[in-house]
């Protein structure tokens, strides 16, 4: 069993920058992979980012790439996710999540195994 929970939404203006954070506890979370995603209302959840288990490879939607980095570290259980640049339609709830097993960095919601509660993001213009 894995534990996660997000910290660090909030309000933030068009083109700004926030840093969501997800603190984890449970089994040896170097055989997990750990990722974002995000739902507005009115919308699938869709995915964001991913990262493997020791940092090395990651992965971006599209609409996240060259604005969004995530990383981790794992001497703290704990994966980040700065954002910059941010655009209204960035606008949602985010999850933390983690699959096993680490290597496999997927899009698909229904594979990731763990989930935290969300953080609300809104980008106001």
């Known amino acids: 069993q894995v534990q996660l929970v997000e910290s660090g939404g909030g309000l933030v203006q068009t083109g700004g920058s926030l840093r969501l954070s997800c603190a984890a506890s449970g089994r040896t979370l170097t055989s997990y992979a750990m990722g974002w995603f995000r739902q507005a209302p009115g919308k699938e959840r869709e995915f964001v980012a991913a990262?493997?288990?020791?940092?090395?490879?990651?992965y971006y939607a599209d609409a996240v790439r060259g604005r969004f980095t995530i990383s981790r570290d794992n001497a703290h259980n704990a994966h980040d996710l700065q954002m910059n640049s941010l655009k209204s339609e960035d606008t949602a709830i985010y999850y933390c999540?983690?699959?096993?097993?680490?290597?496999?960095?997927?899009?698909?919601?229904?594979?990731?195994?763990?989930w935290g509660q969300g953080t609300q993001v809104t980008v106001s213009s």
């Open positions: 990262i493997n288990g020791d940092g090395s490879n990651t």
């Open positions: 999540a983690s699959r096993y097993p680490e290597h496999i960095l997927t899009s698909s919601p229904d594979v990731w195994h763990y």
